[in-house]
């Protein structure tokens, strides 16, 4: 590809239950979404057809009746991707899955088989877990440190990359009297601070080498495991300042580690609103807004910036309580910068949730004309090298497609053509070589 | 149903490579057969178009590359069947996943998953662990001992079935402001001797309520584990005296425990053999024999039977080696009696070998009245409920399907259309009350 492109990848809507915005009053929408298969088969079609990058689900492997509705009720995001994958050709298939509670073993098996299945669209998102009630579903009273679970997860990747690597890719020659070549098959032999792993897998390399790993690291450790192992990160929304200077940072840590940049493709995760005029959109954005403005479930929401914790049981009218324990154990940046706030400024508890949570209409808001031109802008001004996109139905997915994609490929910024059937084609990574390959 | 008929599985072939019976020489299967998704999308259709009950798939979690080819390279069983659920609409789902290594909150959202995917036709065939190739990619250097590991086991699955209670059926009325009801989730709390789980799954009750459940118990332990949790079995091939005492303790030891003998169905292994006549048939099975009689092979296969233990080490005409601690430690019923009768008849390790590996013709081979016949005869002696067949190649699947199923259908013996949608419904088993719905 001569000039650089926009790369699309649809963040699967509904995933959690149609609970969210009360999407589950709206007709359109089937009141079991989340967990119906055909939901999920028809926006990754849709998404084909619009030539995107990726389906991206994510994840989360806790729930109580506090939470919002859009956690309440998912499938597996590999049993789902794997249904999907025989219903589509072309699209990449990235699924969320915790590299705290999921062996390594298990974990390249699964990504490596789907891959296979996928012929060659399969993408991990690596995430840690963090919260105390995820850690109760696995047997511990409490999660790991902060440091321990990304010295972990790094270790952890670098064990499922070993593994993947356990044939080399001419092992079954198939001919005349022999099957396989068992000087091509590898034991790893791993035995690291966290994982003694021995391997071999018994899964060949699938068609990608490699499966794709994705990671989304805004804290200075989720930064630098990014950086180290990631070759597609989900950044954070936010200002075009603060998407920039994201982008900047972790394209530097990645050359500093001597990766080529090119080589990590940041999706900023964006929420279009488009409509007919921008006036139109920006009301839209606000009903949308307005749907799901309850203060209990804001409340519940904001508790997982401290791992998940209760703030119902604080004075809402009170000062801001004192939960810096949870922000440092967690070790998660939008606790302490909450708490950085709140008490710079003297806000109760309920005025810092409001703050939090205020509405903010996506920077995407607006006529299918605004809408691609804040796009191309952000884009040249290296904001990101993709767009990670969500929508609330099918209809706002294809209003997107119909009325915005098509300004972006007039310009030359998105493709009119898959040029390749794998997700490291579409995203322009190379296929690793095998670690005991060697040139003859 | 009036009459008792006998149920169908098909037990996937091909699943770890077609290195086994040096298949990947026979033109009509695909060299990479075991992990082409469209090999067994085929395998179930078809299956399915003969009315069977299930599709079920084994696993290993370890090779080296001594192992024989047919574990060489193989998809994760529940990413497979996923892929298979969305190209079928009536066969019951059954794969392989071991308690040993897999947490049960991964295995009861991949297994519900399945089952809200494939709209009511997951089953998960329990297994344990044994071998110390295996612990080793889990981190460990020997595998758990016999005992921990069924009652282990035990516990796993009945963490995993309160976990799919979490959610009773009327907990999402998503009706009038009400999504969910928040008295209708429920937290499982579990604090045994293996595990502490607290739940709740983030998953609403699957279509059959709970995928059902097979174990393959063979041992002391293994049997008593089928008959606490089992609602389908794999039971070993053998003589009909053998199948019959099987069968017959199995529903003993059920009933014993206050379950309905009935709720416990018995599948027995088998590979059919069919051809023109009973001669060609016998002919055909000795050339499949043949055709896989690698001393070095069968050597390695035996060693599974004492944990993967390498008897390469040995001298082959010396007398049986002493090896009965690897029998006791993996606790396996086949270990011990080969080393029984290799003491008792005074055989060399090649003796010993050859004895466990000669050739034997299936129960089920001959012409296609004689396979009927058999299975008939047996059917009615009590030797089983249902049989889980396999076969090399579609082509030998085709056959029985063409010629021995009609024959079953014609005596009232097999289905002769589906009655039901889910596994449940097919194996004839009820759907399990949610133990928090009390009635109202």
Chains 1, 2 share one sequence.
């Not at 009297?177 to 021995?198: C, I, Q, T, W, Y």
Request: hydrophobic residues 40%.
């Amino acid at each position: 590809m001569t000039s650089r492109q926009i790369r699309l990848a649809l963040r699967a809507y509904g995933v959690g239950g149609p609970g969210q915005h009360n999407l589950w009053k709206d007709p359109r929408v089937p009141k079991n979404a989340s967990i119906d298969i055909d939901w999920y088969i028809a926006q990754a079609k849709a998404a084909e057809h619009a030539l995107f990058d990726a389906l991206f689900i994510v994840d989360s492997q806790f729930i109580d009746a506090t939470y919002p509705p859009h956690y309440l009720n998912r499938l597996e995001p590999l049993t789902l991707l794997s249904a999907v994958a025989t219903h589509t050709r072309h699209i990449g298939l990235v699924g969320t899955l915790s590299s705290t509670y999921n062996s390594p073993f298990n974990v390249a098996r699964r990504f490596a088989s789907l891959d296979h299945i996928s012929h060659g669209r399969a993408g991990w998102n690596v995430v840690t877990s963090f919260d105390t009630g995820t850690s109760r579903n696995y047997g511990l009273d409490e999660h790991l440190d902060y440091a321990t679970r990304y010295g972990r997860a790094l270790e952890h990747v670098q064990v499922v990359r070993g593994l993947w690597d356990s044939y080399e890719d001419d092992a079954f020659p198939a001919a005349g009297d022999v099957f396989l070549d068992p000087s091509k098959l590898h034991a790893l032999n791993h035995a690291g601070e966290h994982f003694r792993v021995d391997g071999p897998l018994n899964l060949s390399r699938s068609p990608q080498g490699q499966p794709v790993i994705f990671q989304a690291g805004v804290s200075e450790e989720g930064r630098n495991l990014a950086a180290h192992v990631a070759e597609g990160i989900y950044a954070p929304g936010g200002t075009l300042e603060a998407t920039r200077e994201y982008y900047a940072d972790i394209k530097r840590r990645a050359a500093a580690l001597g990766r080529d940049p090119d080589h990590v493709v940041i999706f900023l995760g964006a929420q279009p609103v488009v409509a007919g005029t921008d006036e139109e959109a920006l009301r839209l954005s606000r009903e949308i807004f307005e749907a799901d403005n309850d203060f209990g479930r804001k409340l519940g929401q904001f508790g997982r910036a401290f791992g998940a914790h209760d703030f119902s049981q604080y004075d809402l009218d009170a000062p801001f309580p004192d939960v810096a324990h949870l922000a440092e154990k967690s070790g998660r940046t939008r606790g302490t910068e909450i708490i950085r706030r709140a008490t710079s400024e003297g806000l109760t508890l309920r005025e810092t949730v409001l703050a939090f949570t205020r509405y903010q209409p996506s920077p995407f808001t607006g006529a299918p004309d605004t809408v691609a031109a804040t796009i191309a802008a952000w884009f040249e001004a290296g904001a990101f090298d993709g767009l990670n996109v969500g929508f609330r139905t099918h209809e706002d997915l294809s209003r997107f497609v119909a009325d915005v994609v098509p300004l972006l490929q007039k310009q030359g910024l998105f493709r009119t053509g898959y040029e390749h059937d794998t997700l490291r084609g579409h995203l322009g990574l190379p296929i690793p070589a095998n670690r005991w390959s060697v040139a003859s």
